[in-house]
């Protein structure tokens, strides 16, 4: 299994995880908290509609936004601190690169608005506008190792947005506009207060402006495009293909299976981000990178077995039971969001070495075979289908990353093992599509009991610290 790393790097990552914990549970754990009101006061169509809607910013966000957050972020922790010009440079040219890419889409929407009518097109310019700039804002605070800024960020954004849904929905009885009116006060707020916690006066001015470092950075973030749009093949795109053939009110159901996988994104983002900082930062060595990936697949996948088994029982009590069926397309969504987030720990070898294309070489390869599934099996499976695409697509960019890496990895992992463990996953998934309620509570014990046995010397161990 490997050491676990030196103590003085195991409390430096403990306390950058609690506070990233603080943040990413503002940031991610929003859609979840808001289940239980966007079920009972919006019908299926209603959910499915909105789903469609965020579904289609998130594809524009990253050609609108050039994706220049990530170079910002990967250029502030590689400068000297003491470099204050440089700093300056880095975000007058990521403010540009966004401000012209905003500046080409605006006038894309406006040709398309007057020729097409759509609704909420307000909504829609002032809500890509704000996913674009929040994430290149907060990049810029983690880049600058502001931690605690960031979470606070995380934590106020994600009250606003509760806040206001409650307002609008529960209130006034908005329904969807009230969710999108929501979000984009919310969003200015946060904006608003990072642009003054970095003074971002202070750091943009044109003269700053660096024609050669400009061009380095879009050569680092520009392959990002297709990464992204690749990842959203798999993830969202699925959304027009059951809008397509199976209807509104089944994509309000996988609206909400969705959802509940933003579980796993919580507890995720919680380890990965520190673990993204100390790697890229040159604080973890990679055989330390290495153990704690092994240790994090193994917590990881135990994690997910827990809910899996229990989609049943929580979706039960959380959602409408208009809603109830929707736990059964969970399970392979879950495991979709696992693999995607261990190939996204292992893309970090090449982030550090700048090579982004290989992570856009294999998000495409999972991104065709994601999409192809969806077509092919749609017809057939419905919604189960769908679910399934997710997961193989996730599953074929981990393989491609993990062999591409192997030797350089050098994970201590048994591959018979992972095998067995993977279809006995899936062999527990169709065991509880055919169990009623009582067994499947049953079966949800006897697997809790069996995951901290398996897991216990694991946490005997960090018990004893």
């Known amino acids: 299994m490997g050491e676990i790393p030196s103590s003085r790097l195991g409390n430096n990552l403990f306390k950058e995880t609690l506070i990233y914990s603080i943040g990413s549970f503002g940031s991610k754990v929003l859609s979840f908290l808001l289940l239980p009101l966007y079920t009972f006061f919006l019908t299926k169509k209603d959910l499915g509609e909105y789903d469609i809607f965020i579904t289609t910013i998130t594809l524009f966000v990253p050609l609108v936004s050039l994706q220049i957050s990530d170079a910002a972020y990967r250029w502030l922790i590689d400068k000297d601190k003491e470099n204050e010009y440089l700093k300056k440079q880095i975000i007058t ?4 690169a966004f401000g012209a890419g905003f500046l080409l889409f605006s006038g894309f929407l406006l040709i398309y608005s007057e020729l097409e009518t759509f609704r909420y097109k307000g909504y829609f310019f002032s809500l890509m506008f704000l996913n674009c700039l929040l994430p290149i804002l907060q990049s810029i605070l983690r880049g600058e190792g502001h931690t605690k800024k ?3 960020n995380g934590l106020l954004t994600t009250f606003l947005v509760i806040v206001f849904n409650v307002l609008f929905i529960y209130v006034f009885h908005f329904k969807v506009e009230g969710i999108l009116l929501a979000n984009v006060i919310a969003y200015t707020i946060a904006c608003v207060l990072i642009l003054f916690q970095i003074n971002i006066f202070k750091y943009f001015s044109f003269q700053a402006s660096n024609k050669e470092l400009l061009k ?14 690749s990842w959203w093949v798999i993830g969202s795109a699925s959304k027009f293909i059951i809008l397509h053939y199976l209807g509104a009110e089944a994509n ?5 299976s969705s959802r509940f996988p933003s579980i796993i994104v919580i507890v995720n983002s919680i380890f990965v981000l520190p673990i993204q900082d100390g790697f890229l930062k040159k604080d973890i060595k990679i055989e330390d990178f290495s153990n704690l990936l092994v240790y994090f697949f193994k917590i990881e996948f135990s994690i997910i077995v827990i809910l899996i088994v229990g989609a049943p029982i929580y979706t039960k009590y959380i959602v409408n039971s208009e809603f109830y069926e929707s736990w059964r397309f969970m399970p392979f969504l879950y495991l979709g969001v696992g693999f995607n987030t261990v190939a996204a720990l292992i893309s970090l070898i090449y982030q550090k070495s700048r090579a982004t294309a290989k992570i856009t070489f294999t998000t495409i390869i999972g991104g065709a075979v994601s999409i192809g599934l969806c077509f092919l099996l749609v017809s057939r499976w419905g919604l189960y289908g769908i679910s399934i695409s997710y997961f193989s697509g996730f599953f074929i960019i981990y393989l491609l990353r993990y062999f591409d890496l192997k030797k350089e990895l050098n994970l201590k992992i048994n591959i018979f093992y992972c095998i ?3 279809f006995s996953i899936i062999a527990l998934i169709f065991l509880m599509n055919i169990l009623i309620f009582r067994y499947q509570l049953i079966l949800f014990f006897i697997v809790l009991g069996l995951i901290i046995y398996l897991n216990k010397n694991l ?7």
Request: hydrophobic residues 55%; charged residues 10%.
């Open 252 to 256: 309000g159901i996988y609206a909400i």
């Open 150 to 152: 960031f979470a606070v």
């Open 420 to 422: 067995i463990a993977l």
């Open 93 to 96: 040219n990521t403010m540009l």
């Open 459 to 465: 946490m005997l161990r960090y018990l004893r610290k």
């Open 216 to 229: 380095e950075m879009c050569h680092y973030s520009l392959p990002l495009i297709p990464n992204l749009m």
